[in-house]
């Protein structure tokens, strides 16, 4: 969930970024003012949650006796993380397949993207065990993916801090050193890990040209935030 914080701060959780490990952090070391009602609202939902939460809106202005919940989330400094493509994309497959792509609810058949409000739900679409068969499919229906869905929470200039699950713990606690907010960084690192891909699921293999493919669809990800192979 994305998460405003003490200060008027907002986190945009981008999916398998970490995000759940920090939403965790903000909430144990009580930092937490309120949090979205579904998993991963981009910044364009964020910044209008009066449009497209309208009851969660209502409620946590009641709540927090304060109708400037809106203009809190849309001027508010912002952080998020993001990942290198090759491994979202290892982690995303290894994640989906130790749970056998299974949406609680969704029936035979069902189209699934319509089951969950997380923007990648569209990739469980093209389903497979066999890694470079789902990264084969990726690329033909759905080139350029995760550029797309960075640049539904981090567009350029809209968000002031941008860390990197490479270095998750590190980045936050600078970010948040760096937007006023006083923590404990020693009781931090001691944060366990949240949410992670099933351990019984290999780290998968490239087929090397699918992977040189990814680099370049995914160029301008590379690109903006640094990232090498």
């Given at each position: 969930m994305s998460?405003?914080?003490r ?5 945009l959780?981008?999916p ?7 939403r965790?952090v903000?909430?144990e ?5 309120m949090?979205?009602?579904h998993?991963?609202p981009?910044?364009s939902?964020v ?5 497209h939460?309208p009851f969660?809106?209502i ?6 006796c304060?109708?400037?919940?809106g203009?809190?989330?849309?001027n508010?400094?912002?952080f ?5 493509p ?5 982690s ?5 397949k130790?749970?056998?792509w ?15 409000r ?7 679409k093209?389903?497979s ?11 033909l229906?759905?080139p350029?993916?995760?550029t ?10 809209k968000v002031?801090?941008?860390g ?24 931090i690192?001691?944060y366990?890990?949240?949410n ?7 780290s998968?293999?490239w087929n090397q040209?699918?992977?040189?493919e ?7 990800v590379?690109k ?6």
């Amino acid at each position: 969930m994305s998460t405003l914080i003490r200060g008027n701060k907002v986190f945009l959780h981008v999916p398998k970024t970490g995000g759940s490990w920090v939403r965790h952090v903000l909430r144990e070391e009580n930092l937490v003012k309120m949090e979205f009602p579904h998993t991963h609202p981009a910044i364009s939902r964020v910044e209008h949650i009066e449009r497209h939460y309208p009851f969660h809106f209502i409620k946590q202005s009641i709540k927090m006796c304060s109708l400037s919940i809106g203009k809190k989330l849309k001027n508010g400094t912002k952080f998020c993380f993001v990942r290198n493509p090759f491994s979202w994309y290892e982690s995303y497959w290894r994640y989906w397949k130790g749970r056998s792509w299974d949406i609680p609810g969704a029936g035979e058949g069902e189209d699934i993207s319509k089951k969950d409000r997380n923007p990648n739900a569209v990739l469980r679409k093209y389903k497979s065990d066999d890694f470079n068969d789902f990264m084969e499919t990726v690329i033909l229906e759905y080139p350029g993916f995760l550029t797309q869905m960075y640049g539904w929470y981090a567009p350029p200039g809209k968000v002031e801090h941008i860390g990197k699950t490479e270095s998750l713990v590190d980045d936050l606690i600078l970010i948040l050193q760096q937007i006023g907010l006083n923590v404990n960084e020693d009781k931090i690192r001691r944060y366990g890990k949240v949410n992670e891909s099933p351990n019984e699921v290999e780290s998968p293999k490239w087929n090397q040209d699918l992977k040189k493919e990814v680099r370049r669809l995914e160029a301008p990800v590379f690109k903006r935030f640094g990232y090498q192979e």
